[in-house]
């Protein structure tokens, strides 16, 4: 009932707790979203087909667009794997922000 999400929501904002207090006023979940999953019942469309639609293919920049250096200007380049597992560990971690699954 209306009175229970008003204290509720209440007694977390006053601990502070506002990302906790938002998601519970507009019944929200955080959380990673399954690509696959659809985004809502309004449409067909999966989280993964909504993300590409919004991030179109990388285009190869022209030459001009790039910063010429001589080789001693260079910076060293460390090398740095990221796997799939870097990517999960992190993004669970990741709470907020734009989009499907902020």
Same mark, same amino acid.
């Given at each position: 009932d209306r009175d229970n999400v008003v204290k509720i929501f209440t007694r977390l904002m006053l601990q502070g707790k506002i990302r906790p207090a938002v998601r519970w006023l507009t019944e929200r979940v955080g959380g990673v979203l399954d690509p696959g999953e659809k985004? +809502? +019942?309004?449409?067909?469309m999966s989280v993964l087909d909504m993300?590409?639609?919004k991030h179109p293919d990388s285009k190869v920049p022209s030459q001009s667009a790039?910063?010429?250096?001589? *080789?001693? #200007?260079?910076p060293v380049w460390? *090398?740095? #794997?990221?796997n799939?597992?870097?990517v999960l560990q992190v993004a669970r971690m990741i709470q907020g922000g734009a989009g499907p699954g902020g």
């Open positions: 985004m +809502s +019942s309004d449409t067909d993300l590409k639609l790039l910063y010429k250096c001589k *080789d001693d #200007e260079i460390e *090398d740095v #794997e990221v799939g597992s870097h």
